[in-house]
């Protein structure tokens, strides 16, 4: 049965950080995550590939929620350090001709019109191929380091944001298109009654603008976000172009999906313009018998590092799981970080959240890439689309290769992928179907 092709990106776990440094498979450097070759490659490969995108995810700060130290965070490379992802993209951009980069910027550490700047800037580089993971923050760590006491309320960050947005648009809006004339002969640069200041008064912000950029090849970059909660979907419904989404099955997959759909909707825009990626960390290997072994590897990883796990829990929920035992279901948690987040660990006990991993309750995408590549056709039939966020804990170039080389591949025999990219733009290519 033909079925309708889906989109393929990747979700760059740990940010600009240090990637597979106790990996056999690591490579011989691990001095080397400073240097942005090894996500360079990550991008040339994945354009070989034809996926949509790479997102960098991104934090700002040494966490210390975990034992309230910054002990395990630093030991274990816990989500720390990381190096500034806009400053990694412009390589990633330069290497490449067709892929799109996002880079996570947070609502509550850039001032707009700084944020509405750099991702204009990012869209003149790369030809129209920038996103911006639109996230408004989560860890007190975080907002300390900015000067506040805390995270503003979760929801009021929400709401901020939507103010933020609404002026970054009207500063990215400030330059008409064809502005920038640059006629030689009259000796005219930017055509003065094509830009406008905004004046922006707000509850939260003020601008004058105009943004002293011109309007960049895309006019507005990608907007990438990923909240999960009634209020981060609402949000996400009103202004993403694509949403990364983390589901533990497939039936909360296609609930998450219709949910955003609908609203999307209701907000007067067109549903198939926000293209859902659910997150997956599939394990493919020549064999059925090596790929299960590499599942029994990882599940042993987990839990010999089990204290790596809790405390990257801890630092997006800003819960000390420390406090909890093991094995002992946790009562009903709240969150003023990943407030989604925290409401799935709800009534399970830590040990089964690690040992649970990113791993789908229902199919378990492991064995050969042909197999893999089925479970993600029906996975797809049953939800109705949009795509996958490949993400993967022990990042090595031998993992980049085999979804590249292996199960890309399969994934194209069917049908289920493009070969080639439709498009020179990233919102274009996201559009294409
Ligand atoms: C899969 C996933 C990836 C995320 N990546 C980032 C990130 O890179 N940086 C960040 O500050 N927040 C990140 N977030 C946080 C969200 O953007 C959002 O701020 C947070 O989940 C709180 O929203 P919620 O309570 O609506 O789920 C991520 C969330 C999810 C679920």
Redesign the pocket.
């Known amino acids: 049965m033909a079925q309708q092709p889906f989109h393929m990106g990747w ?1 760059v776990m740990k ?1 600009y950080g240090p990637k597979g440094w106790r990996n056999q498979w690591g490579g011989p450097n691990p001095h080397g995550w400073v240097k942005p070759d090894l996500l360079v490659h990550l991008a040339k490969e994945l354009e070989r590939a034809a996926f949509d995108y790479v997102m960098i ?3 700002c700060n040494v966490p210390y929620t975990y034992k309230n130290s910054h002990e395990t965070y630093l030991r274990l490379a816990v989500d720390s350090p990381k190096l500034d992802p806009s400053v990694l993209a412009p390589f990633m951009m330069q290497a490449t001709s067709r892929i799109g980069i996002i880079t ?1 910027l ?1 609502t509550t550490e850039y001032n707009p019109f700084l944020l509405a700047r750099l991702t204009n800037a990012l869209d003149h580089v790369s030809d129209g191929r920038a996103g911006w ?6 860890n007190d760590g ?1 907002a300390q380091n900015f000067g506040h006491e805390r995270q503003f309320p ?1 929801d009021q ?2 709401d901020m944001a939507d103010e933020y947005v609404e002026l970054v648009q009207k500063l990215w809006d400030s330059w008409d298109a064809d502005a920038m004339v640059i006629d030689q002969e009259n000796e005219i640069f930017a055509d003065p009654a094509k830009v406008r200041p905004v004046f922006h008064e707000g509850k939260y912000f003020r601008s004058r603008g105009p943004l002293s950029a011109p309007r960049s090849p895309q006019g507005h970059p990608v907007i990438c ?5 009634p ?3 609402q949000f996400a419904a009103r202004w993403a172009d694509t949403i ?3 589901a533990g099955s497939v039936a909360a997959m296609k609930a998450f999906r219709d949910d955003i759909r609908q609203q999307a909707v209701a907000a007067g825009r067109n549903p198939d313009h926000i293209k859902i990626m659910f ?1 997956i960390a599939p394990i493919v290997d020549e064999f059925m018998d090596s790929a299960l072994a590499r599942k029994q590897a990882r599940l042993k990883e987990a839990e010999t590092h089990i204290e790596f796990h809790l405390a990257n829990m801890s630092r ?1 929920t800003g819960i000390d799981f420390s406090k909890y035992d093991l094995d002992e279901k946790l009562p009903e948690l709240t ?1 003023n ?5 925290a409401k799935g660990y709800s009534g399970r006990t830590p040990r089964e959240i690690v040992m649970q991993g990113r791993s789908l309750k229902d199919v378990d995408l492991v064995g050969t890439p042909e197999r893999v590549a089925a479970q993600m056709a029906e996975i797809m039939a049953e939800v109705g689309g949009d795509g996958f966020l490949v993400m993967d804990p022990e990042f090595t170039r031998r993992y980049i290769t085999e979804i590249a080389d292996g199960l890309t591949p399969a994934l194209q025999k069917m049908g289920l992928v493009r070969k080639t990219y439709e498009h020179a733009m990233l919102r274009d290519n996201l559009r294409a179907f």
């Open positions: 979700f940010g995810e991104d934090s996570t947070s993971n639109l996230v408004t923050g989560s975080g979760h960050r929400y976000q990923a909240g999960g909660s209020r981060g979907r990364i989404a983390s997150l997006v969150s970080g990943h407030l989604s987040v």
